[in-house]
Structures are given as C-alpha cells and as structure tokens.
T-cell receptor, first 115, second 111 residues
Framework: NAGVMQNPRHLVRRRGQEARLRCSPM?????VYWYRQLPEEGLKFMVY????????ESGMPKERFSAEFPKEGPSILRIQQVVRGDSAAYFC?????????????FGPGTRLLVL | ELKVEQNPLFLSMQEGKNYTIYCNYS?????LYWYRQDPGKSLESLFV?????AVKQEGRLMASLDTKARLSTLHITAAVHDLSATYFC???????????FGTGTRLQVTL
C-alpha cells in the first residue's frame, strides 16, 4: 500500500516565481490536509480539503496561497510570487474519514527554498 | 486558541538513562498523538491516545494521557542512540479540522 506521496521533494524558486506542490493521498483517503513547518518549529495547519471542496482554510495566508483537491488527480498547494519567508517544509497528510475522527498520515514533505 | 506546549525543548541524555517529555494543552482533547521526526524526514506516527488514563508502549517508549490535567507524557526507558530525533505531540480536539502541534522536543542520546 502506497503511503501519502508528495512531489517534488525539493523545490527551488526565485523570488516572484510560482511554486506548485502536489500531494496524492493514501489509497481510499478523500481528506487532505496541508501543514507548513518552518526551520526549528512545529507544524502549523494551513488548509483541509475534501474532493472538490475546501473545508477549512483558517491557516492559509490571505494572499498568494491557494489550494485545491480536484475530483481527479492530486491536491495542489500553489504559492504565487514567492518570497524568502515562504521557504519551509510543506507536509501533506490524508485521512480516511473526517477530521477529528481519523488518524492523519503524513507524506515525506516538499522542501521549498526561495532564493 | 488551543495552545500545546512541550518541555523540554531540547534534551541531551546518555545511553541507558530514563527521561520523560511533557506535553501540556489548553483545551479538551479527543485524541492526542505522538510523532517522531528525523532530520529532513517526515513525521512517523508513534502513538494515538484516545481516553483518560490511556497508556501505550512500544519498545523503549511509553506514552500516557491524563485528560483532566490536560497532560501527556512520553517516557523513554534506557535510551539508545537510535532514539535521537525530534518528538512532537499533537492535539486533535475533534471539533476542528486540524492537528495542533507542540513545539517539539529535540532528543539527543549520547554514547
């Protein structure tokens, strides 16, 4: 059974470029979560999605960040016009059922470096 | 706002010694998780604690939960070098859609 998959594992962008991070949940999981981890810190929740719906985006910055989980294909976290402060590890997690009822399983993360 | 605090933030211990990591949280919790993270890696789920008084053990690690005190502990018995990692607790209140993570405890086991 494949776990949560994320790609790319490492991404380098220059300031002002766009970053697209992809997450494929575990087989059978329809709930996806994105977290951000700054160096030497814990993970901070960003957004919770089900297929075609954003359920909770309370942790998403108001500008430049967006997320989607289409009916077909992976979930995408998109960061427009990246700045150096966006450099972090971005982790995706998935669960079988709704948040608060099921364990979240984490992917390997995407390390974003903004030059 | 839910707050989750861990202490200590950094722990250096010798092989063979015992120690406890503490996780305090500020509101009622449906579930409490302990995760391990190696440098540059993802999070590995260690324990899920579901109810007051829950105790789980795996190898040299034992986790417990006291929901009345809003406290979880991760006890390390006879530490070995392979346990060196950062350990996070995370709280799931059941009413929100997210895990709230503690600050992490960086454990270094020396020979």
């Amino acid at each position: 059974n494949a776990g949560v998959m994320q790609n790319p594992r490492h991404l380098v962008r220059r300031r002002g470029q766009e970053a697209r991070l992809r997450c494929s949940p575990m087989k059978g999981h329809s709930h996806v979560y994105w977290y951000r981890q700054l160096p030497e810190e814990g993970l901070k929740f960003m957004v919770y999605l089900q297929k075609e719906n954003i359920i909770d985006e309370s942790g998403m910055p108001k500008e430049r960040f967006s997320a989607e989980f289409p009916k077909e294909g992976p979930s995408i976290l998109r960061i427009q016009q990246v700045v150096r402060g966006d450099s972090a590890a971005y982790f995706c997690a998935s669960s079988l059922g709704q948040a608060g009822k099921e364990t979240q399983y984490f992917g390997p993360g995407t390390r974003l470096l903004v030059l | 706002e839910l707050k989750v605090e861990q202490n200590p933030l950094f722990l250096s211990m010798q092989e063979g010694k015992n120690y406890t990591i503490y996780c305090n949280y500020s509101t009622t919790s449906d579930r409490l998780y302990w995760y391990r993270q190696d440098p540059g890696k993802s999070l590995e789920s260690l324990f899920v604690l579901l109810s007051n008084g829950a105790v789980k053990q795996e190898g040299r690690l034992m986790a417990s939960l006291d929901t009345k005190a809003r406290l979880s502990t991760l006890h390390i018995t006879a530490a070995v070098h392979d346990l060196s990692a950062t350990y996070f607790c995370a709280v799931d209140t059941g009413t929100a859609s997210k895990l709230t993570f503690g600050t992490g405890t960086r454990l270094q086991v020396t020979l």
